[in-house]
């Protein structure tokens, strides 16, 4: 589709009042003042941001989409009792249908909060999963099947299905990684053997499209001691520091949270240039910790954003993550220089096209992927406008967001979704919770409870 958006404030490398951006196909064309390009773009469908923002659209770099099921479910609760005792259980009995229905659910509240892209780590199945999902609703996606260490040896297999059906489908919408879950849970040898084949499925498979490693790490003060007794492993130097020496990282891989580390731990993930995911909200909602946002883009660690699953965050809202992550590196190291609001928002775009392994993502270039939003500032609380960039992390509300543009298609526009029923929607999600707990009832009675 051949586009022109004009008249809005255009936020590329430099602001543009009354600037245009042109789409042609699915990657951006050009980007300048809106008298020029509407001359030579004359032809073009338009779309009028008069009154508008003209965005990056915001990149979530770590989810677990198909979680907006279990929202609000268990609530309170430090990490390790709230995956052993209930997400865990609960989850042993979703049907596939459910993760495709969560995930879809997923999607359409990330794109009406202006998040274009979602990089989620599920479990997968034939018969229903993330990605047929995210197929269906266009949103851009990097989906990973994860595994544990019980599981890993059909997770690989897995992996290599889903990356064969699925990586670079819709013209490089739709990705897959390979997702082990964290070192805990997942042992030495399956990450060893996740390198492996992840090395081998990107010399297969990886060669236009990126495949990268997705894992959580250093999410709780425990994790060291947890994962050396779970699997008598040295983590004396840091979790990160383990794995960097057996081989488990590189630049290829994402590390979700990345909160708790040794020095040592910070130096490795430079000297392997591997980028991290930023949770803030749920790991304050959890208790665990906080990010340092300030230390590691310091020494040039990629860092991005994202707002893991549903189920701890409560929602994706990444104007939210962007407010909350800069109050507290404010905050907690009592200084208000910290972190100037351009960083933060490219954090949430850029940075996270580069977490997920795109040089094309993320911002609003020529020769970029068409990936936008477009973001009302006809409000009260952007009035009067000062800077972009603090309105965008500190007044903007993902409400704002008007439309929504992936891969060159309009796939949003003023908040409604083309032949969408989205009220159907809603119930069939309310059903499928209803009748989940009915079968969690009904095994417990029958003492059939599986464990997850
Ligand atoms: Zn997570």
């Known amino acids: 589709m051949n586009l022109i958006i004009d008249g809005g404030i255009v936020v ?7 600037g245009a951006v042109v789409v042609e196909d699915n990657r951006i064309v050009a980007v300048g003042s809106s008298t020029e390009l509407k001359s030579r773009y004359s032809g073009y469908e338009r779309i009028d941001a008069e009154g508008c923002a003209v965005l990056p659209g915001l990149i ?35 049907k596939p249908r459910d993760i495709q229905l969560g995930a879809e659910l997923a999607a359409y509240e990330s794109l009406l909060f202006g998040c274009t892209t979602l990089n989620s780590m599920y479990f ?8 047929q999902a995210f197929e269906k609703v266009g949103i851009r996606a990097t989906v990973g099947h994860t595994f544990f260490e019980k599981t890993w ?59 990268i490693i997705h894992t959580h790490a250093a999410e709780s003060k425990d994790e060291c001691a947890e994962t050396s007794k779970a699997f ?16 488990f990282i590189s630049p290829d891989t994402l590390i979700a949270h990345a909160i708790h580390l040794t020095d040592t731990d910070v130096e490795l993930l430079k000297k392997y240039e591997t980028k991290v995911s930023f949770n803030p909200v749920s790991n304050l909602k959890l208790g665990v910790g906080v ?5 590691l883009p310091e020494q040039g660690i990629t860092v991005s954003l994202g707002t ?12 939210e993550t962007m407010k909350v992550i800069s109050l507290l590196m404010k905050g907690l190291f009592f200084d208000p220089t910290l972190v100037p609001s351009i960083n933060i928002f490219k954090y949430a775009t850029e940075n996270g096209g580069i977490a997920l392994g795109y040089n094309d993502l993320g911002a609003i270039r020529p020769g970029y992927l068409a990936d936008m ?44 979704f083309p032949n969408v029923k989205l009220d159907r929607l809603l119930e069939e999600v309310e059903k499928a919770k209803e009748e989940l707990f009915l079968r969690i009832e009904d095994s417990s009675a029958s003492g059939k409870g599986k464990e997850a």
């Open 153 to 211: 040896e059909e997770g690989l297999k897995m992996t290599e299905q889903v990356v064969v059906k699925w990586h670079g489908k819709d013209n490089g919408r739709l990705r897959v990684s390979v997702c082990p879950h964290a070192p805990y849970s997942t042992g030495p040898t399956a990450y060893e053997n996740t390198i492996r084949i992840a090395n081998w499925l990107s010399v297969m498979y990886g060669r236009q499209y990126k495949i």
């Open 308 to 319: 893991d699953g549903p189920a701890s965050n409560n929602t994706l809202d990444m104007f």
């Open 12 to 18: 590329s490398d430099k602001i543009i009042k009354d």
């Open 60 to 94: 979530n770099t770590h989810t677990h989409a198909a979680m907006s099921l279990l929202r609000g479910y268990a609530e309170g609760l430090p990490l390790s009792k709230w995956l052993n005792e209930k997400i865990w259980p609960v989850e042993a009995h979703l």
């Open 373 to 416: 939003i477009l973001l009302d500032l006809k409000v009260p609380h952007a009035k009067p406008l000062y800077n972009i960039y603090d309105h965008l992390v500190f007044s903007a509300r993902s409400s704002d967001v008007k439309t929504a543009i992936v891969n060159g298609r309009i796939v949003m526009e003023n908040r409604q």
């Open 291 to 295: 990010p340092n946002a300030v230390a």
């Open 124 to 131: 997968y199945y034939d018969e229903g999963n993330e990605l």
């Open 232 to 247: 008598n492993v040295d983590t004396k130097e840091g979790i990160i520091s383990y794995m960097a020496r057996r081989g």
